[in-house]
């Protein structure tokens, strides 16, 4: 079946350290997404890719970074710089960038600081 | 900057009783505009989208919505909710620049009550 698989569903991270998420899709999509969600605040966008080695911040990118040597892969690193990153991520991708197509989204993973 | 607007936070509904939920949006121009359902620990999934044409779209699961310029908003309705509808559901815009992301609203929770 084709579709986004983020993995883990769930991790835990101690203070001052580094940890990434991995997102893996096989839809073929040129664009790929990073979105966290906090109770009350919506999707907010952290990082996006457009084409495979070429990304953008979003609006929340402090504290991350992120790489796209593949098409199908886009995983996050959440840093210690990242001062509150207990959340939930979503990675989600479309088509080709833009607004005008649908983004389908993995299941998420949830990230808790210990 | 463009933005969106849910302006019910949580709403509760009897089962069986008709649904409307709010969305306005600010931008320059008439968006792409998307309605999105999200299940408690899970991914998003689409239900309806809104690009040009009739104003009135029909979705997936029996949900509609409604495109009215003079307003910007663009409002998700059901006829008769069911009780597996109770989930948040978020609205989101698309811009017409290339290599943009979707920007969604806070999102809204729906609660059916029996």
């Known amino acids: 079946d084709g579709g986004i698989t983020q993995s883990p569903k769930y991790l835990f991270r101690k203070e001052g350290q580094n940890v990434t998420l991995s997102c893996e899709q096989n839809?073929?999509?040129?664009?790929m997404y990073w979105y966290r969600q906090d109770p009350g605040q919506g999707l907010r966008l952290i990082y996006y890719s457009q084409i495979v080695n070429d990304f953008q911040k979003g609006d929340i990118a402090e504290g991350y970074s992120v790489s796209r040597e593949k098409k199908e892969s886009f995983p996050l690193t959440v840093t210690s710089a990242q001062k509150n990153p207990t959340a939930f991520y979503l990675c989600?991708?479309?088509?080709?960038?833009?607004?005008?197509?649908?983004?389908?989204f993995g299941q998420g993973t949830r990230l808790t600081v210990v | 900057a463009q933005s969106v607007t849910q302006p019910d936070i949580h709403i509760t509904v009897s089962e069986g009783a008709s649904l409307e939920l709010r969305c306005n949006y600010s931008?320059?121009?008439?968006?792409?505009l998307f309605w999105y359902v999200q299940s408690p620990g899970q991914g998003l999934q689409l239900l309806l989208k809104y690009f040009s044409g009739d104003t009135l779209v029909q979705g997936i699961k029996g949900f509609e919505a409604e495109f009215k310029r003079s307003q910007s908003s663009f409002n998700l309705r059901k006829p008769s909710v069911h009780w597996s509808d109770a989930a948040e559901y978020f609205c989101a815009v698309g811009l017409y620049q290339a290599g943009t992301a979707l920007i969604f609203g806070k999102g809204t929770t729906l609660s059916v009550s029996s």
């Open positions: 989600a991708s479309s088509p080709t960038g833009g607004g005008n197509t649908e983004a389908f």
């Open positions: 839809l073929n999509h040129d664009a």
């Open positions: 931008y320059g121009a008439t968006p792409y």
